[in-house]
């Protein structure tokens, strides 16, 4: 078992900046894929941001290119999402996800793919 206990969000201005962190307790921290993915009202939960276990590779949706960068600490045992150039659009309920995985290079990019979530912290962008 993975526990995940995420942080950082809060209310900020439009071109403002968070940093969410995600914290891992548990089974070995660093065999694991993380995700970073947002709900809105209503919606699904959407991917936004995904980084294998090497940390080498990562993935961003188109929506948060350029402005988004994810990280990992794996002697601190966190996952970081650092937002810059927020929009009022990425308001949202952020979600910390883990992925059991075997292989150091790849991530999920499914929902259904990963094993562990967080239980959320909003972020709230005012225009």
């Known amino acids: 078992q993975v526990q995940l206990v995420e942080s950082g969000g809060g209310l900020v201005q439009a071109g403002g900046s968070l940093r969410l962190s995600c914290a891992a307790s548990?089974?070995?921290?660093?065999?694991?894929?993380m995700g970073w993915f947002r709900q809105h009202p209503g919606k699904e939960r959407d991917l936004v941001a995904a980084i294998s276990w090497s940390g080498v590779n990562r993935y961003y949706a188109d929506f948060v290119k350029g402005r988004f960068t994810i990280s990992k600490d794996n002697a601190k045992n966190t996952v970081y999402l650092q937002m810059n150039s927020l929009k009022p659009e990425d308001t949202a309920v952020y979600y910390c996800a883990a992925q059991r995985t075997y292989s150091a290079s790849t991530y999920a990019t499914r929902y259904n793919d990963y094993d562990y979530w967080g239980q959320g912290t909003q972020v709230t962008v005012s225009s």
């Open positions: 548990g089974r070995t921290f660093s065999k694991h894929a």
